[in-house]
């Protein structure tokens, strides 16, 4: 017999329905008598928030949003249905400033966003709830301690002062569409049979190898049994001096959760038995997390299950900035496709929201690993106000008692960019610190979270703290700041915690049903573009700089003259770009330990930083990550009159036996030389193999000598497991440059199965590049990849939403030809 926790513990019930908000001017009303006399209610999601309210009622534009924080919000409730006495109100998150009024009299009032109240009440039968959301703009125009730096990424500074987040407060970065309203959940709590009080579970390993579980509580009445269980493993709790129960449930041979890129991540189901009935504590796993900083104290590489894991994936926005969700399956979309992606870290920046204990537990199932920064950026904080101190503590207690469970949360940050504002100020080192990063957080982390790395702030290390040859950095290179693909490896990265924003382009589809190409000129289309804010250039400027110098083409002319080529341009310059740097990242030799794409997904539909649209629907460059993160993989690199390197990487807990070849195309199609070697690589393990060692004899691969006309536009490299002979990678090297190697390809298609189970099999008779399949109802396995002569690709067709059977149909083009063909 299986019961929710809540079930014995107590009786609780979520107030989701009834809610009626009105907005009146700030300070207007003061007590809810005065809210009853006006007319203006609409009926209010909760959890939910003001924007999304007034969305459904059709009051609401998020692409042209309406300031939210200069009015004060009433949400009202008429608990019906809730029977007189003793209860508990619980209140887990309210977005900002709000007081709580019960039947007339106020019971709570609360000043940060991030925090969690239970309030002990007296039920009378009918009784009415009132939640009042003062407006926030006055509180943020009010004087504050001096700050000896002002951001200009986030306005208003009084943002500094109060505990809220900086979505909608970032101009450029995210529509100023402002939190208000019970964000998180509102429920009744009543008396249970042994109600369970101060649960703590945390799981360990061993350096034996042996897992351990630990468990205390406190119950409210005694009872004849209790168990631990955790799998098959059980073991009854024992009763100390003071009144709590403990026990330490052992697993000798446990199985480890790993990310997903590098094993399993193995979940154990665990229970809390009473009296024989089993309350459902959740899924937990097992692991081991250590971060190797090097003997210099320089590096900084993540360390799980004792294995060294080259981290990649992105920033994580929200999953909806209007509604800030957080269910499962509000989430379940983002995540997919992120280890879809190949993906094992997403982190969570200062400048974001907390996301529910549901967001982490998806993590856990999917084996993604989780940066969590606390919700702290940029500014300079205040150093001696111990109300703010309060504040800080309570928020990072909640969030680490909500999460303690979740093995995939693997790093806690203090928070984003504010030694590195300090340092970009010219302030000395000493000014860089702050006493909310530097003491209170991490004495709470080491308390709750041992098992997780703690991070002051990112980034850190370096002669600057931004530095990125030390320690955790933030680049853009490559990317912001234009520099050459070179400089991925000349910049000594030791790991990204972000990096490599541009304006990515959506697939045509999604342009067409919101924000038609043919606004690209226009204010609209810019306004969808990010950039800093008081900078002279914006992230399409970025992507034209990389499309000109990867295929030499002027961005200006194109987009007049040809805005359909210079849209396909953009798209696969990202990707290719994204693709070239961490090729220089995850070589054999590369000092890189992760790196993580600035962002997951986009907030609006346009030409944002995301890697997937604002609708859900991966963008091109979500493709090249795909290629670029996969655990087997396949690179050529250029090292000048050194030659170009083929190498290979096996993140696998297991040796390979593969068979790579490697050739050199003339006009994308004739083979001027080429070279076979079959290998084994050992698990977790990376090799290095010069082209002209497999052709036997000197080649200029790379036509670096340039002695003569070159002989060759395109190498092609690919990997094959030797037992089926299925192609696992592939890897592409241009030593003319991508525009030498446009070829009027002849693709050849044919599609086959049925019953919602598709195949496409597609073919070349050149070099084809970019290959986009653009198929109605359906998303391709693969997507802008290049494509060779001599092979068939097979590639799962997805559908998407409900099908009415009909097979697939739709067209397929390239780069560097004018042709379509009809599939």
């Known amino acids: 017999m299986q019961r929710r926790l809540a079930g014995i513990g107590a009786r609780e019930t979520q107030l989701t329905d009834g809610w009626n908000l009105v907005l009146t001017e700030a300070g207007a009303c003061a007590h809810p008598s005065s809210v009853a006399a006006l007319s203006q209610f609409l009926p209010a999601p909760v959890p939910g928030t003001v924007a999304e309210a007034l969305e459904k009622a059709g009051l609401f534009d998020r692409e042209n949003p309406e300031p939210l924080d200069g009015k004060d919000a009433w949400y009202l409730c008429r608990l019906f249905d809730e029977e ?11 977005a900002t400033l709000c007081d709580v009024f019960l039947n007339g009299e106020k019971i709570l009032s609360t000043e940060s966003m991030f925090e969690a109240h239970d309030v002990a009440v007296s039920l009378l039968g009918g009784d009415e709830l009132a939640l009042c959301f003062r407006a926030l703009a006055p509180r943020l125009a009010e004087p504050g301690p001096r700050a000896r730096w002002r951001p200009q ?55 034996e190898g042996e897992g351990r ?17 955790c799998g098959e493993i059980e073991q009854e709790f024992e009763r100390n001096g003071g009144g709590q129960y403990v026990a330490v449930a052992r697993l000798p041979e446990v199985q480890r959760w790993w990310p997903h890129t590098h094993g399993e991540p193995y979940l154990y189901d665990v229970a809390i038995v009473i009296d024989g009935v089993a309350c459902d504590v959740g899924r937990m796993g097992f692991r081991t997390i250590a ?7 320089s590096d900084f590489a993540l360390i799980v299950n004792g294995e060294r894991i080259f981290c990649r994936g992105a920033v994580w926005t929200s999953a909806d900035i209007v509604r800030l969700p957080g269910d499962k399956q509000d989430y379940a979309r983002w995540l997919t496709l992120a280890a879809e992606a190949g993906m094992n870290m997403l982190r969570i920046g200062g400048t974001m929201a907390y996301e529910t204990p549901a967001f982490f537990q998806l993590c856990d199932e999917f084996g993604i690993l989780v940066w969590q920064d606390f919700m702290f950026a940029n500014f300079d904080y205040p150093k001696a106000d111990k109300g703010f101190f309060a504040h800080v503590e309570a928020e990072v207690t909640l969030f680490l008692a909500q999460t303690r469970r979740s093995p995939s949360l693997a790093v806690i940050c203090g928070g984003s960019e504010m030694y590195q504002q300090a340092a970009m100020f010219g302030l000395p080192e000493r000014y860089w610190a702050s006493a909310v990063t530097e003491e209170t957080i991490p004495a709470v982390a080491a308390e709750m979270r041992p098992d997780a790395a703690y991070v002051a702030n990112s980034p850190l290390g370096g002669a600057m703290p931004f530095s990125p040859n030390a320690g955790v950095t933030h680049y853009y290179g490559v990317g912001a700041y234009m520099r050459p693909i070179e400089d991925a490896r000349r910049a000594d990265i030791r790991f990204a915690a972000e990096a490599l924003a541009f304006a990515n382009v959506p697939q045509d589809r999604t342009l067409a049903a919101h924000l038609p190409a043919s606004t690209m000129n226009s204010p609209l289309w810019k306004s969808r573009v990010p950039r800093d804010r008081g900078a002279s250039w914006d992230f399409e400027d970025v992507r034209d700089h990389y499309l000109s110098e990867f295929y030499g083409f002027d961005p200006a002319r194109l987009r007049r003259e040809d805005p359909g080529f210079y849209l396909d341009l953009s798209r696969a310059v990202s990707g290719e770009v994204i693709e070239a740097a961490y090729g220089e990242w995850r070589r054999a030799g590369s000092g ?12 609006l539909p346009g030409p944002g930083w995301g890697v997937i649209d604002s609708t859900g629907a991966p ?27 083929v190498h290979i990487v096996n993140e696998h807990d297991r040796s390979l036996a593969l068979d790579l070849d490697v050739v050199c195309l003339r006009d994308g199609r004739q083979t001027v030389v080429s070279g076979r070697r079959e290998l084994v690589i ?36 690919r990997l094959r497991a030797r037992d089926t002979g299925a192609l696992v990678a592939e890897a592409f090297h241009f030593p003319l440059g991508r525009a030498a190697a446009f070829h009027p390809a002849e693709l050849m298609a044919t599609v086959s199965g049925g019953d919602g189970d598709w195949m496409l099999e597609l073919q070349t008779d050149r070099l084809a590049q970019s290959v986009h399949i ?44 004018r042709r379509i063909l009809e599939v």
Request: hydrophobic content about 40%.
């Open 84 to 94: 007189p006495g003793e209860a508990t109100l619980r209140f887990l998150g309210l």
């Open 153 to 207: 990424l986030i306005t208003p500074q009084g943002l500094r002062n109060v505990r809220t987040t900086l979505l909608g407060y970032m101009p450029g970065w995210c529509p100023e569409i402002h939190a208000v309203g019970p964000w998180r959940p509102v429920s009744i709590l009543r008396p249970g049979v042994a109600a369970i009080h101060d649960l703590s579970i945390r799981s360990d390993v061993t350096g």
């Open 213 to 229: 579980l630990y468990a205390s509580l406190h119950l409210s009445q005694d009872v004849h049994s209790l168990v631990l269980r």
């Open 291 to 297: 971060v190797d900083y090097g003997e210099d104290g």
């Open 592 to 603: 890189c330990n992760g790196a993580l794409v600035w962002t997951l997904q986009d907030l």
């Open 619 to 645: 963008k091109p460059v979500w493709y090249a990550l795909r290629r670029a993160f996969r655990p087997l993989q396949l690179l050529f690199v250029d090292e000048g009159t050194n030659g170009v390197d």
């Open 682 to 717: 050992s698990a977790r393990a990376k090799e290095r193999i010069a082209c002209t060692d497999l052709f036997g004899a000197f080649f200029d691969t790379g036509y670096a000598f340039r002695f003569g006309p070159p002989s060759h536009d395109v190498v092609v490299g």
């Open 774 to 817: 653009d198929i109605e109802g359906f998303r391709p396995e693969d997507d802008w990849f290049h494509l060779a002569p001599g092979i068939v690709r097979r590639l799962k067709l997805l559908a998407q939403g409900e099908r009415n059977g009909a097979p697939p149909s739709g067209q397929i083009r390239t780069l560097g030809s």
